[in-house]
């Protein structure tokens, strides 16, 4: 019995004295405006479950203050912060306010946020399908589906044919600013992922190179390894009569290829984009890519990559076999 009371001592000892190491202080900011032209429902949620993270308003408990807890309170909010910051909102032209909620929503529904370790001691972060339902129904309120004309949807589908048949090579396409050569044979990778940006009407086809073929069935993807390239094509979305939606305008293709020591700079990739059907070079300077680092920077514990594979047909054989 003793023992245990010295045991409990000494641990309360303990605990008294590392209140003395606290992190740097967290500036809590004053209490952060609702964001113009949303909904009430939906600033309630995005207040309650996002706010304490990513606003300059920070409502510490009594128990966000205790060693060590604090410390990795602390790191959430600042990384929270820069990764997003709500308390800007009403400065953002209304495509980027648009744009905000389609991310955030998708870092919600691919389970990224909040953060489980955050949620589990704030409930009031979680969220429910009900209000998860309402985001969703906002988001695409903000951009709703046109049915597109008969002309329209030939002169489309004679484009992705084009495409497809690879008649859409241009053997004179410029490189990148920053000297990342065009790959026109993007288009014989596999599809690896999709995308549906509802906040502009586009949607997304990803492909990947072998390389990152192979990293994927052999879960060999954090960090992926070097030679690794992706191509991000983007389409207008076409609404047939029916309420189907296929691809429509070609907008633009990315290409991100990595290599860790040849593009340390730059975080172990290169990016570079071509828009339209003449392929322009995206960029005015060589080091314009860093705005694709930034975007990008939120995803550095998965080297920089936001795309989540889907099932590969190689992957969903092995698991039909098991």
């Known amino acids: 019995m003793k023992n245990i009371n010295k045991l409990i001592w000494v641990l309360l000892a303990g605990f008294l ?36 993270c990513h606003s300059s308003e920070a409502n510490l408990r009594w128990y966000d203050k205790i060693t060590p807890a604090n410390f990795l309170v602390v790191s959430h909010i600042k990384e929270g912060r ?19 909620i389609y991310y955030a929503i998708n870092k919600i529904l691919s389970g990224e946020m909040p953060i489980p370790s955050y949620a589990a001691v704030h409930s009031s972060a ?24 008969s002309s329209q949807i030939n002169f489309v589908e004679k484009e992705y044919n084009s495409w497809i048949n690879g008649e859409l090579k241009n053997p004179t396409v410029k490189p990148s600013p920053n000297g990342l050569q065009y790959i026109p044979d993007y288009r014989n990778w596999k599809a690896i992922s999709t995308t549906d940006r509802f906040d502009n009407g586009t949607m997304r086809i990803i492909f990947g190179n072998e390389i990152a073929v192979k990293a994927i069935q052999e879960k060999n993807t954090n960090p992926w390894p070097d030679g690794t390239a992706f191509a991000k094509t983007a389409w207008k979305q076409l609404v047939k009569q029916d309420g189907s939606v296929a691809t429509g305008e070609f907008v633009q293709v990315e290409l991100m290829v990595k290599d860790a020591k040849k593009y340390e700079k730059t975080k172990g990739w290169i990016w570079g984009r071509w828009k339209g059907d003449k392929l322009k070079p995206y960029g005015d300077t060589p080091d314009f890519d860093k705005e694709c680092i930034e975007c990008h920077k939120p995803m550095e514990n998965r080297n920089y990559v936001f795309t989540s594979s889907l099932y590969l047909i190689s992957q969903l054989k092995k698991i039909q076999t098991k």
């Open 17 to 52: 004295l590392i209140q003395f190491f606290r992190p740097e202080n967290i500036n809590e900011g004053k209490p952060t405006q609702d964001l113009a032209n949303v909904p009430k429902e939906v600033n309630t949620i995005i207040r309650n479950s996002c706010f304490d």
């Open 82 to 100: 820069e990764a997003l910051d709500f308390s800007k909102w009403n400065s953002w032209p209304k495509p980027q306010q648009n744009s905000t």
């Open 126 to 149: 979680k969220l429910n399908d009900s209000q998860i339902e309402i985001l969703k129904n906002y988001a695409l309120s903000l951009s709703p589906r046109k049915v597109s004309d």
